[in-house]
């Protein structure tokens, strides 16, 4: 099984902060790293794939960088709509999410 | 646009089986570009992974639940199903029925159904 580490588990921020969020695997995936953001309530939506391909329609201020063990999502001016919990998954193999990060309001 | 809906009891009982239908509309669950999976979330926590069917009926299943997980498709009714037996009050989770894009050997998850909350509880 490849384990999925996700930093922060919370994270507190204000509106137009620049938010970095870090997911570790526990061996090398490629890029092969989504990332996928859900409010309260709601099904997860993807943001991410292959570590940094931009899904259409999801806003340019999400960026997803890394290879490796190692991937990062970031949010280039954080906005009300994107207080949420985030989620990274490996497919390099049979998928493994990692265990959220909430965003919360400062 | 494809939109997928999930169905089936709010409630079971331990020790029997948990039965949901994934109803695929606006699109073909027998094209070939796709995959469709079942991931499931306990309250207040993170996503897990079930499995996973391609149209033909290949199936391929998270090795933690293998051995109680059965998931098939019914391509004339566009649907496919999860079926977990020997449940516990652990399964008691959101279900929510994905599809995943055709691009790679294994799977991420661009389309997601609301997801329906199964309590097993007797």
């Known amino acids: 099984d490849i384990q999925m580490t996700q930093s922060p588990s919370t994270l507190s921020a204000s509106v137009g902060d620049r938010v970095t969020i870090t997911c570790r695997a526990s061996q090398s995936i490629s890029s092969w790293l989504a990332w996928y953001q859900q409010k309260p309530g709601k099904a997860p939506k993807l943001l991410i794939y292959?570590?940094?391909s931009l899904e259409s329609g999801v806003p340019s201020r999400f960026s997803g960088s890394g290879s490796g063990t190692e991937f990062t999502l970031t949010i280039s001016s954080l906005q009300p709509d994107d207080f949420a919990t985030y989620y990274c998954q490996q497919y390099n193999s049979y998928p493994e999410f990692g265990q959220g990060t909430k965003v919360e309001i400062k | 646009q494809l939109q997928l809906q999930e169905s089936g009891p709010g409630l079971v009982k331990p020790s029997e089986t948990l039965s949901l239908t994934c109803t695929v509309s606006g699109g073909s669950i027998s094209s070939s570009s796709y995959y469709w999976g079942w991931i499931r979330q306990p309250p207040g926590k993170g996503l897990e992974w079930v499995g996973t069917?391609?149209?033909?009926?290949?199936?391929y299943y998270n090795p933690s639940l293998k051995s109680r997980v059965t998931i098939s498709v019914d391509t004339s009714k566009n649907q496919f199903s999860l079926k977990l037996s020997s449940v516990t009050a652990a399964d008691t989770a959101v279900y929510y029925c994905?599809?995943?894009?055709?691009?790679?050997?294994?799977?991420?998850?661009?389309?997601w159904g609301r997801g329906t909350l199964v309590t097993v509880s007797s």
């Open positions: 292959k570590a940094s």
């Open positions: 994905a599809r995943s894009t055709v691009t790679t050997r294994y799977w991420y998850f661009d389309l």
């Open positions: 069917i391609y149209y033909s009926g290949s199936t």
